[in-house]
């Protein structure tokens, strides 16, 4: 059974090779999302699954790449969630459950 989807965004390379990186994560449950930058790359966004006790049969894992400028204007809002998977697992929880909270 499908517990969350989790879909890594990147952007292609810029001029100097960087590539930046970012998360949405949706609960099927409830349909809330988290979405947020993160530092580092894919490995880091790939073992926030491990790290929440989930395997790839819980949670559907997709990774969209775009150019550079569309990721921008994706991200624009977006705030900073971390790096390590540790640190992105306690951003999501601390975002669902205090969507959570606040709706009591």
């Not at 590539?19 to 949405?24: E, G, H, K, Q, T």
């Not at 997709?62 to 991200?75: A, D, G, H």
Request: glycine content about 8%; proline content about 2%; hydrophobic content about 35%.
């Amino acid at each position: 059974m499908i517990i969350g989807i989790l879909n890594c965004i990147n952007s292609r390379a810029d001029m100097y090779g960087n590539r930046y990186w970012a998360f949405a994560y949706t609960e099927v449950a409830t349909g809330r999302q988290v979405n947020d930058q993160v530092s580092g790359g894919e490995s880091n966004i790939c073992a926030i699954i491990r790290e929440m006790g989930q395997t790839y049969e819980t949670v559907h894992y997709t990774r969209y790449e775009m150019p550079i400028r569309e990721f921008n204007r994706t991200v624009k809002k977006w705030g900073y969630a971390g790096c390590r998977p540790e640190e992105l697992v306690s951003f999501i929880h601390s975002k669902l459950y205090a969507e959570q909270s606040t709706k009591r």
